[in-house]
C-alpha cells in the first residue's frame, strides 16, 4: 500500500475525482446520471487536474473507484456498473497476459467460466457462504492459468493464439460433456446473497453484490499497482519490449511468463465468482470464444499495459455491446429497408478505434498525444519538437573543393 | 540529372537529414562519404522513395519524384542497391534477377540481360539454381547489383557495396562496377564508407556531417587536400 | 480405434477443406506475419454468396460457384486494402484485434443477411458411393477432395510459375528489396488476401456439402483450420494442406472412439495437437528461421 499512497499530489486527481462526481451527480444533475458517465467524467477530471498539477495521471484510475461508493445510493445503475467491474477485473488480469508480457491469450473468458462455476457449485450444491467461494474461485482458475502458463512457455505468438483459442472452443464443450458437476445445458442457479445483519436495513441485494465487487476492484488495483510499478512492472515491460534483451540482464523470463498467467488467470477466476454471485446463473455457453474476444478488445481499446485502459475499456465495450442498437443505423433506399445490425456496428467501431487510436482510448491522454502537448502549453511547458527546429537553423557553410590546384580553400575554417 | 534541393528527412522528431542539396550529371558518377550515422542512407532511400522528405524536392529528367512510392521511381530509371546486401534469400539466382526486371515486358531482352549480368558476373552464372541466401558475402553483394541493372536503370544508388567484404573482393567488385558504368552509361551516387575506393572510382564527391553536406568538390581535389582526408575521410 | 477405410476417406474428405483454409491462413501469415482470425467468417460469407446466385437466383450450381469465389476475391482484396494496410506496421496484438473484428463482423454480416437458420445447399455430387478396395466411399467425399485439391493446386501454379507469384514470394522474402525492385507491396499483399479468401470461399462451399449452411458454420473448421497452419509449421503451403488432412482423418478417427465420441473429439484432437506441438514446437514442417544478426 506504501506505494500506491506514496506523494500527495497524485492523490490530487483522486480528490477531485470524487469532487467532480459530486458535483455532477447532486448539483447539475439532480436527476440519477447514468453511471457510468459519472464515472468517465470523473475519470476524466482526475486526469487533467492530475496532470495539470504535475501528479502522475495514473493514479486518477483511483478516482472513479471512490464515486463509486456515492453511486450505489441511485440504484440506477447499479447492475450495470457492477458488471463493468467485473469485465474491468477480469480485463485487468487479461492486461497482466497480454498487455504486459505479450503473451496473446483468447482463452479468458473459460478462466472466468471456471471461477464462476466454482462459486456456483460450492454456494448452491455445497452450501458455502459466497463471500467464501471468491478466493477458491480465483485460486482454482489461478492454478488453471498455471497449467495454461507452462504450456504457453513452449508456444510463441500465433502459436499460442491458436492453442489458447482452441481452449476458448473447448472449454464450454468439456463443460457441457461433464453434466454430474456442472448441470449440462441447464446451467446452475446460484441464489443473490442477501447483505449481512449490520447492512441488511440499507442495501439490497443488488447494492450488496455492488460493494461487493467495488471491494474486489479496489483490491484487484492495488495489487496490480504494487505488482507493476516496482521491479517485477520493469521487468515484465522489458519482457514485453525486447524478451532477447531482458534474457540477457537476467530477467528470469520462464518465471515473470509463468506468473502473469497465474496472476491473470485469478482476476479472471475472481472475476467469475462475481458474476456468479450478481448474475445468479452460470450456463457454460455464456463463456466462449466470443466472450474471451471480448475481454481482448476491452483492453486493446481502453489502452493496453495501463490499469486504468481495463477499466476505461471495460466502459465502452459493455456499452457498445449492450446498448449499440440505438446507434445502429438503418434507413431506406428506394424502398428497401437497409441497416447495420448492431453486432457489425460494434465490430466496425473496434475496427475503426484500432486504427485510428492504437494505443487505446488511454493512450490519447498519454504522453505524446496532442492533447498533452496542449496541456503542456496551458501550463506553459514547451514543445520538444519546435527546440529540434530551431536547432537545426544554424547551419555552417558548404567548404567547396572546386579547383584542384588550391588545396586549402575554406577548411582552415574547421 | 538527379538534383535533391535542400531535403530533409525526419525519423519522428529526429532530424536525420538537413537541407542537403546533391546533383548527379547524367553518367557521372558521384561518391556520397561520410562517417557512419551522418545519413548518408538516409538519402538514398529519400530518393528512392523509401523514407519521405519533410521538406525540399528531388528532381530527375525534369520531374520532381520526392513524393513518387518506390515502386514508381523504379519505373522512372532510378534504382537503389541497398545496404547489407539484401537478397531474396530464399529464391534462387535466377528467380532474384528475374525480379529485378519486374517492370520490364520485353522477355526477350530480359533473358538477354540476364545473360549479360552471367557475363559480368561468372559466379552467379555457376550459381544460377542456388538459393541467394546460400551465397558467400561477396556474391550476394554482386547479386544484388545484377539484380538492379536488371531493371536497366539511368541512375544507380549504390550503398555501402564495399560493407564487410574482404579487400580483394571489394576490389574486384569496384572494378567490374567501373567496366559497367562504362558500358551502360549509368549514373550513380555512391554511398561509401571507404572513401578512398570511392574517390577513385567518382568523379565528384559530397562529405556529409550530422545530416548535413560539410564539404563538397571533385574527387581530384579531395584527395589532394590531406587536411580533409584527414579529418573527414579516414585515409 | 479401429482403422476404417471409410472413416479415413471421409477424414481426407473434410481434411481437405481444414487444409484449404490453412492454406488461405498460411499464405497470409507468411508475408505478413499477420493470422486472419477472419478467414473462417468471410468464407462463409462467400458460401452465402454461392447459396444467394444458386438458390435464390437460381443460377447453375458451378456457376454460382466460380461468381462466389470471384466475389470472395474482391472481397479479400478490399478488406486488405481498407482494414489490414492501416495498421500493418501496428504491434502484432492491434492487427489480432482487427482480424477478430473482422471475424466480428463477417459472422454479423451473415446473420443479418441470411438470418440464423440453417440452410440446405444442394451438392453438386451425386449422392450414393463407389466401391473401392472393399470399401464404400461418397462421391461427396470424392468431390469435395477433388475440388479442394485442384483449388490449391491451382495456388501452387501461380506461386511457382507466374510473374505475379514470384512478385508474392519476393514480397514475402524481403520487402524492403521487392519495393526496390519496382514492385508495389501494397498490391501484391492485396492480391494475396484476395487469393486466400478465393481459396476460403472454395472450401466454404464445399464445407456445406458436409455441414449445414449456417452463419457459425466455419468457426469449428477455422480451428482444425489454425491446428493445420501450425502442424504445417505456419510457413509452408504443403504443410498446411497435409496438416489439414491430418486433423481430418486425426479428428475422423477419434470420433469413432466410442468413448470419446463427437462430444469430445474436438478437446481430443487438440491434445494430439499440443502433444505434437512439444515433441516440434517449429510443427511438422517448419523451419527454424534464421536470423543473421
Known amino acids: 500500500m506504501r506505494s500506491v499512497l506514496h506523494g500527495h499530489p497524485r492523490l490530487v486527481g483522486l480528490v477531485i475525482s470524487a469532487l467532480v462526481t459530486w458535483l455532477l451527480n447532486e448539483v447539475l444533475f439532480p436527476t440519477p446520471l447514468n453511471g457510468y458517465l459519472v464515472v468517465l467524467f470523473a475519470y476524466v477530471g482526475g486526469v487533467v487536474v492530475a496532470r495539470l498539477s504535475r501528479g502522475d495521471h495514473r493514479y486518477a484510475a483511483l478516482g472513479p473507484l471512490v464515486p463509486l461508493v456515492f453511486l450505489a445510493q441511485n440504484s440506477i445503475g447499479v447492475t450495470e456498473l457492477t458488471q463493468i467491474l467485473i469485465l474491468a477485473i477480469a480485463a485487468l488480469g487479461l492486461d497482466l497476459i497480454t498487455g504486459w508480457t505479450g503473451q496473446l491469450n483468447l482463452a479468458q473468458g473459460i478462466f472466468i467460466g471456471l471461477g464462476a462455476y466454482v462459486t456456483a457449485i460450492l454456494a448452491s450444491k455445497h452450501g458455502w457462504p459466497i463471500l467464501l467461494t471468491l478466493p477458491l474461485a480465483g485460486l482454482v482458475a489461478a492454478a488453471a492459468g498455471l497449467l495454461l502458463g507452462v504450456l504457453a512457455l513452449r508456444f510463441d505468438g500465433v502459436y499460442l493464439a491458436v492453442l489458447t483459442s482452441a481452449v476458448a472452443l473447448a472449454g464450454p464443450v468439456l463443460l457441457l460433456h461433464y453434466k454430474s458437476i456442472t448441470n449440462g445445458v441447464n446451467g446452475i442457479i446460484v441464489n443473490q446473497p442477501q447483505p449481512p445483519g449490520a447492512f441488511a436495513d440499507w442495501l439490497d441485494t443488488d447494492q450488496w453484490g455492488y460493494y461487493v465487487t467495488v471491494v474486489m476492484a479496489i483490491i484487484a488495483v492495488c495489487i496490480s499497482w504494487n505488482l507493476l510499478s516496482g521491479r517485477i512492472g520493469r521487468a515484465l515491460r522489458a519482457l514485453r519490449d525486447s524478451p532477447i534483451a531482458a534474457k540477457g540482464i537476467g530477467v528470469d523470463l520462464t518465471r515473470y511468463k509463468v506468473l502473469a498467467f497465474a496472476v491473470g488467470s485469478f482476476w479472471a477466476g475472481l472475476a467469475g465468482g462475481l458474476y456468479a454471485m450478481t448474475i445468479g446463473f452460470v450456463s457454460a455457453d455464456s463463456f466462449g470464444l466470443f466472450y474471451s474476444i471480448q475481454f481482448l478488445t476491452i483492453i486493446v481499446v481502453g489502452g493496453l499495459s495501463t490499469i486504468s485502459g481495463a477499466f476505461v475499456g471495460a466502459v465502452v465495450i459493455y456499452e457498445l455491446s449492450t446498448n449499440v442498437q440505438t446507434i445502429g443505423f438503418a434507413t431506406t433506399v428506394n424502398g428497401v429497408a437497409l441497416s447495420i445490425p448492431q453486432a457489425a456496428v460494434y465490430a466496425i467501431l473496434l475496427i475503426l478505434v484500432v486504427i485510428f487510436a492504437p494505443k487505446g482510448i488511454i493512450g490519447i491522454f498519454s504522453d505524446k498525444s496532442d492533447w498533452s502537448r496542449l496541456t503542456q502549453r496551458l501550463r506553459g511547458g514547451h514543445n520538444r519538437s519546435t527546440d529540434v527546429v530551431q536547432a537545426q537553423a544554424d547551419r555552417p557553410p558548404i567548404v567547396r573543393l572546386d579547383a584542384p590546384e588550391d588545396p586549402h580553400p575554406a577548411i582552415t575554417s574547421y | 540529372m538527379l538534383e535533391l534541393r535542400d531535403i530533409v528527412v525526419r525519423y519522428g522528431p529526429v532530424v536525420a537529414v538537413d537541407r542537403v542539396s546533391i546533383r548527379v550529371e547524367e553518367q557521372q558518377v558521384v561518391a556520397l562519404l561520410g562517417a557512419n550515422g551522418a545519413g548518408k542512407t538516409t538519402v538514398l532511400k529519400a530518393i528512392s522513395g523509401l523514407l519521405p522528405c519533410a521538406s525540399g524536392d528531388i528532381a530527375w529528367g525534369g520531374g520532381v519524384i520526392s513524393k513518387l512510392p518506390p515502386h514508381r521511381i523504379v519505373r522512372a530509371g532510378i534504382c537503389q542497391v541497398p545496404e547489407g546486401r539484401e537478397v531474396f534469400a530464399g529464391l534462387s539466382v535466377y528467380d532474384n534477377l528475374r525480379l529485378g526486371a519486374y517492370l520490364r515486358r520485353n522477355r526477350h531482352a530480359v533473358r538477354s540481360d540476364i545473360d549479360r549480368m552471367y557475363e559480368y558476373f561468372p559466379v552467379l552464372a555457376e550459381r544460377r539454381d542456388q538459393a541467394a541466401g546460400t551465397l558467400s558475402g561477396g556474391e550476394q553483394q554482386m547479386l544484388v547489383i545484377a539484380r538492379a541493372l536488371m531493371s536497366s536503370p539511368a541512375m544507380l544508388l549504390l550503398d555501402e557495396p564495399s560493407l564487410g567484404l574482404a579487400p580483394l573482393v571489394v576490389q574486384q567488385v569496384f572494378s567490374i562496377l567501373r567496366r559497367i558504368c562504362d558500358d551502360m552509361r549509368l549514373s550513380v551516387l555512391l554511398v561509401e564508407q571507404d572513401a578512398e575506393t570511392a574517390l577513385s572510382i567518382a568523379s565528384y564527391a559530397y562529405v556529409l556531417e550530422a545530416g548535413r553536406v560539410v564539404v563538397e568538390g571533385s574527387s581530384v581535389a579531395m584527395q589532394g587536400d590531406e587536411s580533409l582526408r584527414r579529418s573527414y575521410l579516414g585515409y | ?293
Open chain 3, 1 to 293: 480405434m479401429h482403422l476404417d477405410l471409410q472413416l479415413i476417406t471421409s477424414g481426407l474428405a473434410i481434411g481437405s477443406v481444414y487444409g484449404s483454409i490453412a492454406l488461405g491462413l498460411v499464405l497470409i501469415y507468411r508475408s505478413t506475419g499477420i493470422l486472419n482470425f477472419a478467414q473462417g467468417e468471410m468464407a462463409t460469407f462467400s458460401t452465402y454468396i454461392g447459396w444467394s446466385f444458386v438458390v435464390s437466383v437460381g443460377m447453375p450450381y458451378w456457376v454460382g460457384f466460380l461468381l462466389a469465389v470471384l466475389a470472395a476475391f474482391l472481397l479479400g482484396a478490399v478488406v486488405e486494402r481498407v482494414a489490414i494496410r492501416p495498421v500493418q506496421n501496428q504491434p502484432h496484438l492491434t492487427v489480432v484485434i482487427v482480424t477478430l473484428g473482422l471475424f466480428l463482423l463477417f459472422n454479423a454480416l451473415s446473420l443479418k443477411f441470411w438470418h440464423s437458420d440453417v440452410r440446405p445447399f444442394r451438392s453438386p455430387f451425386p449422392s450414393g458411393s463407389v466401391h473401392v478396395l472393399g470399401t464404400y466411399i461418397s462421391w461427396v467425399s470424392i468431390g469435395i477432395f477433388g475440388v479442394s485439391l485442384i483449388s490449391m493446386a491451382f495456388v501452387g501454379i501461380v506461386f511457382r510459375f507466374t510473374k505475379v507469384g514470384l512478385a508474392m514470394r519476393a514480397v514475402t522474402s524481403n520487402p524492403m528489396a521487392s519495393a526496390l525492385m519496382g514492385i508495389s507491396n501494397g498490391r501484391i499483399l492485396s492480391l494475396g488476401w484476395g487469393l486466400s479468401a478465393a481459396v476460403g470461399a472454395i472450401a466454404g462451399m464445399l464445407a456445406a456439402n458436409r455441414l449445414l449452411l449456417d452463419p457459425n458454420m466455419m468457426q469449428g473448421v477455422l480451428l482444425y483450420a489454425f491446428a493445420a497452419a501450425v502442424i504445417g509449421g505456419m510457413t509452408s503451403p504443403v504443410g498446411a494442406v497435409i496438416g489439414g488432412l491430418v486433423m481430418g482423418v486425426t479428428n475422423a478417427l477419434v470420433s469413432s472412439v466410442s468413448w470419446i465420441g463427437s462430444d469430445l473429439s474436438l478437446a481430443a484432437t487438440f491434445i494430439v495437437l499440443v502433444l505434437i506441438l512439444l515433441v516440434r514446437p517449429q510443427g511438422l514442417f517448419g523451419r527454424q528461421i534464421e536470423v543473421r544478426v
